[in-house]
T-cell receptor, first 112, second 113 residues
Framework: GQQVMQIPQYQHVQEGEDFTTYCNSS?????IQWYKQRPGGHPVFLIQ?????EVKKQKRLTFQFGEAKKNSSLHITATQTTDVGTYFC????????????FGIGTKLQVIP | DAGVIQSPRHEVTEMGQEVTLRCKPI?????LFWYRQTMMRGLELLIY????????DSGMPEDRFSAKMPNASFSTLKIQPSEPRDSAVYFC???????????FGPGTRLTVT
């Protein structure tokens, strides 16, 4: 099945610092999704990237899809305590009926 | 829209007991997913349905686990008999199609003692 590596697994930052998490695949992806899970909560869909080299922004969050469509990043500018949580990427698996496989997630702690 | 509804939100049971988790997907969604989340293994897909038909149950850990979707608005995940290692948060999610964004329910936190 589709393998996706997500790094780092944990990140502690001071409030106001930037944060980036990366997802890497060994194969070309048709798309990639990003989710956020707050502590004690459930994963919530953030965005889907489809095009090679695509960059999308949501306020302080910037999502990027690599030119080769094998990697993606989520960058948060000037983190706030509300950014605390685990960020997952999810990629399609192959097969007649596609499904998505979730990365292990990056757990972000923001120190006020 | 109420979103994906799961019940119960918390379940504490003794080893050997049967556990049934319930899910109501978002109306109009054709795909439904059951996940298990633990610290050690992260978010694991157990099974997913498309148009009420089980498509991939390769993630179901063993025969003690079973899932059904008798109609488009209801699904169950059953564990019989339950074991302490089944303790986890179980999420149900639905989507328009299996490759589109998923909407997760609040989860059921299961503790088996």
């Amino acid at each position: 099945g589709q393998q996706v590596m997500q790094i780092p697994q944990y990140q502690h930052v001071q409030e106001g610092e930037d944060f980036t998490t990366y997802c890497n695949s060994s194969t070309t992806l048709s798309n990639i999704q990003w989710y956020k899970q707050r502590p004690g909560g459930h994963p919530v869909f953030l965005i889907q990237l489809v095009k090679s080299g695509e960059v999308k922004k949501q306020k302080r969050l910037t999502f990027q899809f690599g030119e080769a469509k094998k990697n993606s990043s989520l960058h948060i500018t000037a983190t706030q305590t509300t950014d605390v949580g685990t960020y997952f990427c999810a990629v399609p698996t192959s097969g007649g009926y596609q499904k998505v496989t979730f990365g292990i997630g990056t757990k972000l702690q923001v120190i006020p | 829209d109420a979103g994906v509804i799961q019940s119960p939100r918390h379940e504490v049971t003794e080893m050997g007991q049967e556990v049934t988790l319930r899910c109501k997907p978002i109306s109009g969604h054709n795909s439904l997913f059951w996940y298990r989340q633990t610290m050690m293994r992260g978010l694991e897909l157990l099974i997913y349905f498309n148009n009420n038909v089980p498509i991939d149950d390769s993630g179901m850990p063993e025969d003690r686990f079973s899932a059904k979707m008798p109609n488009a608005s209801f699904s169950t995940l059953k564990i019989q008999p339950s074991e302490p290692r089944d303790s986890a948060v179980y999420f149900c999610a639905s989507s328009w199609a299996s490759e589109y964004e998923q909407y997760f329910g609040p989860g059921t936190r299961l503790t088996v003692t």
